[in-house]
């Protein structure tokens, strides 16, 4: 089954203990991309990649990094996290720029 | 910069009836595409319809409709005979470009009344 894969679904953590959320599809997509939401907000980018080593920033990607070592995978990492990086964040991919993207189920984060 | 408003933040319609939800962009770019989404309770986000700025008639998917107005810069939904299962945020989207990014509206709140 084509999916985008993201763990974990839930995480509670403590300001400044680092973090990662893993994304992985299984479509051979080229193009990833992190978005969170927040209520009234919609939804916002964080990072998104065009390719393995090719990654860029979105519209909030303070606080946040990304990696693409491998075409399937693409996480998020909060090397220092605070509380207003508590969201429900999205990782997402599509195959081209005409096709939609492809979400994961969320990871509701909550930093405390 | 481009960007996507939705000025509804929360909808009622009554069962069996249409609804139209709100979507304006505004871009200098000829070339974009605009998606709407789906999301239910349960937070997934699912993909409901796909119209490109060259497409010369507005995309329809089953009860779903685009109502695509170049001119006016609009790409409202349109969900025809409404039920329950209907009841979600939606979210209009849009892609600039090649591979870039894709932006998206704060969502409208849909509840369908039995």
């Known amino acids: 089954e084509a999916q985008v894969t993201q763990n974990p679904r839930y995480l509670i953590t403590v300001t400044g203990k680092k973090l990662t959320v893993t994304c992985s599809q299984n479509?051979?997509?080229?193009?990833m991309s992190w978005y969170r939401q927040d209520p009234g907000l919609g939804l916002r980018q964080i990072y998104y990649?065009?390719?393995?080593?090719?990654?860029d920033k979105g519209d909030v990607p303070e606080g946040y990094k990304v990696s693409r070592k491998e075409k399937r995978n693409f996480p998020l990492i909060l090397e220092s996290p605070s509380p207003n990086q508590t969201s429900l964040y999205f990782c997402?991919?599509?195959?081209?720029?005409?096709?939609?993207?492809?979400f994961g189920n969320g990871t509701r984060l909550t930093v405390t | 910069a481009q960007k996507i408003t939705q000025t509804q933040p929360g909808m009622f319609v009554q069962e069996k009836e249409a609804v139209t939800l709100d979507c304006t962009y505004d871009t200098s770019d000829p070339s974009y595409g605009l998606f709407w989404y789906k999301q239910p309770s349960s937070g997934e986000m699912i993909f409901l319809i796909y119209?490109?700025?060259?497409?010369?008639q507005n995309a329809t998917e089953g009860r779903y409709s685009l109502n695509f107005q170049k001119a006016r810069k609009s790409a409202n939904l349109v969900i025809s005979a409404s039920q329950l299962g209907d009841s979600a945020m939606y979210f209009c989207a849009m892609r600039l470009g090649g591979y870039q990014k894709v932006t998206f509206g704060t969502g409208t709140k849909l509840q369908v009344i039995p």
């Open positions: 997402a991919s599509r195959a081209d720029y005409n096709s939609p993207l492809h």
């Open positions: 479509m051979n997509h080229e193009y």
């Open positions: 990649s065009m390719n393995v080593e090719v990654t």
């Open positions: 119209q490109g700025s060259y497409d010369q």
